[in-house]
Each structure stands twice: as structure tokens, then as C-alpha cells.
């Protein structure tokens, strides 16, 4: 058998006359920024999230971009943030000019540590910025309780989880601002780049709509300096067509995990904690001898990947900031035992069977 980790063919293939009519639509059209599909498109997630309003942006990075620079935020700034995260969250935070504060995570959920956050706020704190790794909802409600209690911002990077749930609310409306990433990849994923920010706060959504179009209200008429950063008609288009299926697509993915947790004998898996729903964006599980389990299902035609292998306060990029070896050794053990399996809609199940099989012969 050969599982790739991913399979957006399959998926198109399902859905293929929708895309193909939603794409035909706007060419005819000719409007490809700032036009109708991106107005319809926004309501519809807004409607979807719970939220009042959405802003569609150019990719997962540039909206946490724009939601600090729309907070204000920037040099002389803290913001804190997970070191076990894709490396956009702690980008958006060098790229306003802010100093990121790094915390470190669980060792059973991954997720961000809360204690910590709290131990880490000072005077200069404007905002706290966590992720929703894997798709997995992080302790949110402690966090908007903390950011509250200090009077500062929550942002939350929700890239990677369109759909997850917190007690039944959908993540990314529980801060000031949530960023989704649209990135092919994800739950939700356009044919390019895409992203989006959701917000309840009129104000925050006025000056992002500023702001991801050159700061202008009125063409030609800048009120203050913003960026182009917009999610074109043609992505957008695409979008409504998938975000129909999103929940059946989470839900198929949370069946796959269910399967996984049944099948597979002593692997540690990460933990999702009580009253949430993940959207299973990823399934990671662990193990002590993780390259040489990622190369014998190589050789088994599975798929598998590392969600991340250096954590960020280890990259090179971030070396000025002064952080070393041992300092998050959560986020560092982590990212020398984990791997994420194939978890996708379309895997069948005796594709993911055999994935089970192979993983308990190794173990
Ligand atoms: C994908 C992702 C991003 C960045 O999104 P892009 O659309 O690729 O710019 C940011 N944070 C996390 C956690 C992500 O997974």
C-alpha cells in the first residue's frame, strides 16, 4: 500500500463540479479583489464561527500580522507565546517589531502552558498569543480569564483549527482577535494562499479592513499605513464551496481518531482535553525511537511527518534573542519523539487499518 500523508485529489475530485462552477463564476465575472464572493464569504464564516465579523486576508501569517498591528502592537512590545508552534505565530510578532516571551507547553496536550503565561506577564505584556495546535482547542478559557484580569489583548492563532470547539464554541471567538489559515493544507484550505481574522469588535474590524487594503477607506485616500493583504475572489469562491462540507469532513476526521485510539496498543498519542472537539487538523503520536519508526513506514509506503522538529526558540533565525537548549524542555523532548500520521477524510478505513497494524508491529 502507498499512503501518501495527504490527498487534495481525492477531495477535489468529490467536489470537483462546485469548485469548477464557483472559479468559471468569478472569471466571467472579472472582479477578482474586494468583490461579492469575498463579502458572501466572509458573512458565511462569521455565521459559521459565531462571531460578527470576518476579515479576509491574504494568508494564516499575515493575519496575525495585521491583528498586532491593528491592536497597536509593536517595538517595545511583549507578547507571549508557545515555542512549540509553526513559526509564523512567533514571526507575526518579530515582524510588528514586538519582543516574543516564550512558554512552554504540556507534556500529555502539547498545548500552551497557562501557568507559565501567567508567571510571564510584566508591565510591558500587550497580548498573549496561543495556538490551537493540531487542531486541539488549548486551555482558551483560562487564558481569556488571565488577559482580562492583566487588561491585555488575547489573539488567537486558530490556523490549524477551523471547527474545533471549547464547550461548544468555536475557537478563535474567545480573544479579541482569531486568525484562520487557509493555507491548501488545512481543515479548510484554499487553492493558494488565503486567511482570515474573526472579531465581535466593530472598531478591530473597521481598521483591519483598513489596513489589509493600504489603510485606505476611500481609494486613493490612506488614513494611516497599512499593507496589501487580501483573500482574492477566486479563493474566496472556493472557500464557500468547501466550508459547506467542513463539518462533515471534521467529523470524518474525529472518526479516523477514534479508530486510531481504538487500534493502537501502548502508543502515546496527544491528549484532547475534556469538553473540546478537535478538528484533528493532525495526529501526533510519539514514540523514543521516532526516526527510526518514521523510516520503517517509509519503507511501508505510510506517510508521516514531523510537526515541528526544532522548537522556535531553537531556530536559527531567533539565535539573537538569547534562548538556549533547556529552557523549554517540554517543547524540546517533544519535538524529538513526535510524528504525525495520515488523518484525512478521505483515508479509507482499511488504509487506516493498516496504518494500526504497522504501528503496533513496530512497537
Ligand atoms: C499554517 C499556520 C500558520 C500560517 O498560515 P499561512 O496561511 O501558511 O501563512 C500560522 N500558525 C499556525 C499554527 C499554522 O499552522
Redesign the pocket.
Known sequence: MNIPFLDLKKQYKDIQEEVDTAISRVVKRQVFILGEELEAFEKEFASYLGCKYVVGVG????G?ILSLMALGIGKGDEVITPVN??I??TIAITQVGATPIFVDCYSDTYQINVEQVREKITKKTKAILP?HLYGAPCEIMKLQKIAKESNIFLVE?A??AHGAMYKNKKVGTFGDLGVF???PG?NLGAYG?G?AICTDSEELYKRLKRIRNYGQEEKYYSKEIGINSRLDEIQAAILRVKLKYLDEWNKERNEIAQRYKRELIGIRMQKISENTFSCYHLFVIENNKRDELRNFLKVKGIDALIHYPVPIHLQKCYEYLGYKKGDFPVSERVSDTILSIPIYPELKVNEQKYISKELNDFS
Do not use: H, P
Not at 494568508?59 to 499575515?62: C, V
Open positions: 494568508s494564516g501569517t499575515e496575525l508552534s509553526f509564523a505565530t495556538v492563532d490556523c490549524q489559515s487557509f493555507y488545512k494562499d486567511g
